[in-house]
């Protein structure tokens, strides 16, 4: 056994995750399934990665000074990155978000010392939606500047500069394909372009959730969401500038009951406690192994990403009542 090498900074913690066989997709796909674990980040999800990449790019164009602030609007996983990339460099970091989102996600984002400004809900249309709120803000603010995640290419420069080698030694180079859903597609893209840069014959697919406009884009040269998913973090309804040349081969459309069953097969047999992407992500996989086998490839192995661990999910993937008011099944330990 090699222990991780040791850092001299926190935020060298970001990254060098550890890759995993997933014992259950490996079997329902006859291939090796491969997971990348981005729970195993400082931030507990794959966005870490790009948050450091967009303050580091922000501090080499001189943009962002000495004590400055990074200013975003995100509900999510980007916002915890950037908070706690903001502490380690000593930065500010004001999220904007909705005021319908989570308690749990407002209270994280609070305990780790980011300002929060909630804004109401309100169509993308509108200017006072909080990605347009956290746009004005930064412009309005001595020495911030907008992360602008989802058109900010940093983002997917941190899965071209890490996570696709990192995937390409931890396999050896023997890797036949690799698939993820796509939120800001920073991932997707980024890993897709890193890994052909090793060996263009390895396959990138993206796997999509429901309400997403991708999959009919890279299927029919369409954007056309069609039904819906509660998955957070993925389901994108443009070309960002991230996915803007993305090495995508083919495309699967994953429902949340398919994702689901993998969230809850991998927590009850393999002991991984995951988000709902995470489960999509497998479920496209598989459905991926399954392609190239039949495709006639021998020894074939998928990796893919295991994006943000499933504590924070606690009161919707893993509450019994939540999931009843969603029309999903429940997992049986929750039942009684
Ligand atoms: N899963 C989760 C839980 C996320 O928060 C995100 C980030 N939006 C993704 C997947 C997708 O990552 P990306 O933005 O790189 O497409």
Not at 82 to 104: F, R, T
Not at 162 to 189: K, N, Y
Request: aromatic share 6%.
């Amino acid at each position: 056994m090699t222990a991780p090498a040791p850092q001299r900074s926190t935020l060298d913690l970001i990254g060098n995750t550890p890759l995993v066989l997933l014992k259950g997709p490996s079997e329902a796909a006859g291939c090796e399934i491969w997971g990348k674990c981005e729970f195993a980040n400082p931030g507990a999800s794959v966005k870490d990665r790009a948050a450091l990449w967009i303050v580091r790019d922000a501090e080499a164009r001189g943009e962002l000074k000495p004590g400055g602030t990074v200013i975003e609007g995100t509900a999510g996983n980007t916002g915890i990155g950037i908070a706690l990339v903001c502490n380690a460099l000593g930065y500010k970091a004001v999220i904007v978000m909705p005021d319908n989102q989570s308690k749990e996600k407002m209270d994280t984002l609070r305990a780790l010392g980011a300002q929060l400004v909630t804004v109401p809900p309100t169509k993308f249309s509108d200017p006072n939606h909080f990605v347009h709120t956290s746009r004005r803000l930064a412009a309005e603010t001595e020495g911030a500047i907008w992360a602008n995640q989802f058109d900010n290419i940093a983002n997917r420069k941190s899965h071209i500069e890490s996570t696709a080698p990192e995937i390409w030694q931890q396999m050896d180079g023997r890797i036949d394909g690799f698939t993820c859903a796509a939120g800001t597609g920073g991932t997707i893209a980024g890993t897709g372009m890193g890994l052909k840069a090793f060996d263009e014959g390895i396959t990138i697919a993206l796997t999509d959730p429901y309400g997403a406009a991708l999959y009919n884009y890279y299927a029919h040269g369409e954007l056309k969401a069609e039904g819906n998913s509660v998955a957070e973090g993925i389901g994108q309804g443009r070309i960002t500038a991230n996915l803007d040349g993305a090495p995508i081969d083919t495309q699967f459309r994953i429902s949340d009951e398919k994702g689901l069953e993998w969230v809850r097969r991998l927590l009850a047999e393999e002991g991984l406690c995951l988000g709902l992407s995470s489960g999509i992500n497998v479920a496209g996989a598989v459905e991926l192994g399954r392609k190239l086998v039949a495709e006639g490839k021998r020894d074939v192995r998928v990796a893919t990403i295991l994006c943000d661990t499933g504590f924070r999910y606690l009161s919707s993937l893993y509450n019994r009542e939540w999931l009843e008011s969603k029309g999903l099944p429940v997992f049986p330990w929750l039942a009684s």
